[in-house]
T-cell receptor
Framework: DADVTQTPRNRITKTGKRIMLECSQT?????MYWYRQDPGLGLRLIYY???????NKGEISDGYSVSRQAQAKFSLSLESAIPNQTALYFC?????????????FGPGTRLTVL | AQSVTQPDIHITVSEGASLELRCNYS??????LFWYVQSPGQGLQLLLK??????LVQGIKGFEAEFKRSQSSFNLRKPSVHWSDAAEYFC???????????FGGGTRLMVKP
């Protein structure tokens, strides 16, 4: 079984709808991250959490919110989806704290907002 | 501001040819540097990383990368490309406080038979 899973893998929705993307991990890591990937822009950080009680905004948090329900679960919500939120979304996890913490990525969720 | 740049958006090489993917970084101090690969429909997989020491680092799948401080570069190389190497490649940097990754825009590699 995959260590980092994301559901759904694909989603098409309409402008104004509320959407939740879910991430679960079995690696026992404390740190979890949400990124979005757009062509030519690489991955940009939306939110991150270093433990269950810690939530931090990333580079592009506007229009998004997150919930860390447990060590293993980190959900990303789009309260009112808009077309420019169409992207590939990745969840990642890492251990910590150390100088270097390799991040392990889920398979991604492709979201289309019409 | 910290940034990572991959100048080539697309690269096409013939199978068996050598490969070099470019990466430049702009950081206050030398960051930790990484190369990730994203195969179609997959998440990102770490190919290799550089912290300090030897400037030539070896990774998985026959890849290597060379750190050049004078050029602020960390280019990825492979002597002989296989069709299965077709993917998108991301260079990333992390400051040495162990915090967050900054990614380049990615380079999509296509391999001709």
């Amino acid at each position: 079984d995959a260590d980092v899973t994301q559901t759904p893998r694909n989603r098409i929705t309409k402008t104004g709808k509320r959407i939740m993307l879910e991430c679960s991990q079995t690696k026992g890591h404390d740190r979890m991250y949400w990124y979005r990937q757009d062509p030519g822009l690489g991955l940009r950080l939306i939110y991150y959490s270093f433990d269950v009680k810690d939530i931090n905004k990333g580079e592009i948090s506007d229009g998004y919110s997150v919930s860390r329900q447990a060590q293993a679960k980190f959900s990303l919500s789009l309260e009112s989806a808009i077309p420019n939120q169409t992207a590939l979304y990745f969840c990642a996890t890492s251990d910590g704290p150390r100088l270097f913490n390799e991040q392990f990525f889920g398979p991604g969720t492709r979201l289309t907002v019409l | 501001a910290q940034s990572v740049t991959q100048p080539d958006i697309h690269i096409t090489v013939s199978e068996g040819a050598s490969l070099e993917l470019r990466c430049n970084y702009s950081y206050g101090a030398t960051p930790y540097l990484f190369w990730y690969v994203q195969s179609p429909g997959q998440g990102l997989q770490l190919l290799l990383k550089y912290f300090s020491g030897d400037t030539l680092v070896q990774g998985i799948k026959g890849f290597e990368a060379e750190f050049k401080r004078s050029q602020s570069s960390f280019n990825l190389r492979k002597p002989s490309v296989h069709w299965s190497d077709a993917a998108e490649y991301f260079c990333a940097a992390q400051n040495n406080a162990g915090n967050l990754l900054t990614f380049g825009g990615g380079t999509r590699l296509m391999v001709k038979p």
